[in-house]
């Protein structure tokens, strides 16, 4: 098995072990990237443009985070699926979001302790460290280097990055499926 193998078999163990239901490791070659996604956050449907340091327009402009994305290797992308009673279960999707949140979390600190240069982490729906995000105080932000934004702030494609994984978008009836994704760089370590 070549290293890049070799990593990926472990970086995907240690995302199954912190709760994912799957995960993979595809390079970056294969993500595809959609400036169009900030058109999206623009229309702040979810409420946090503007208002979150990880989020637009804070996060910078679109084109010059998705050439960051290029400059990594690989990228882990991993799922969690949630239950919820039907599709008007808003605190069954609440609860999913934060189980959700709690595997990234374990994901991110374990991979602290593997031996890759440089990880970005990205996770679903912007930064939650923080039950306020300091944005909304006119603050600066509390841990720079725990905040997150979202796949898609980075203008990555979701529905197409799961597809490249071998991973469904969408897990059945009455399930919400959330994303998370740390890219890394084997540039100079390959085989
Ligand atoms: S860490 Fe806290 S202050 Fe910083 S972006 Fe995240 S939520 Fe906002």
Redesign the pocket.
């Known amino acids: 098995m070549d290293i890049t193998a070799q990593i990926a078999e472990r970086l995907c163990g240690i995302a199954l072990e912190a709760g994912a239901y799957r995960a993979g490791v595809i390079s970056t070659d294969e993500v595809k990237t959609d400036a169009a996604f900030r058109k999206m956050c623009e229309q702040n449907l979810c409420g946090n443009y503007g208002r979150?340091?990880?989020c637009p327009p804070d996060a910078g402009p679109i084109e010059e985070l998705m050439a960051e994305v290029r400059t990594f290797s690989h990228i882990l992308v991993y799922q969690t699926v949630g239950e919820l009673e039907d599709s008007y279960d808003f605190e069954g999707m609440m609860e999913a979001g934060a189980r959700h949140n709690q595997v990234v979390r374990r994901i991110r600190d374990e991979l602290r302790a593997e031996p890759l240069k440089r990880v970005l982490h990205l996770g679903a729906g912007g930064?939650?460290?923080?039950e306020?995000?300091?944005?909304k105080t006119g603050?600066p932000?509390?841990?720079?280097e725990?905040?997150?934004s979202s796949l898609e702030t980075y203008g990555i494609n979701v529905s197409e990055l799961a597809k490249a994984a071998g991973m469904k978008y969408i897990n059945g009836q009455n399930t919400v499926t959330y994303f998370g994704a740390a890219l890394f760089d084997l540039s100079d370590q390959e085989n």
């Not at 930064?127 to 923080?130: A, E, G, W």
């Not at 932000?141 to 720079?144: N, S, T």
């Open positions: 979150s340091w990880m930064c939650r460290m923080c306020t995000c300091a944005k603050e932000c509390r841990h720079p725990l905040a997150m």
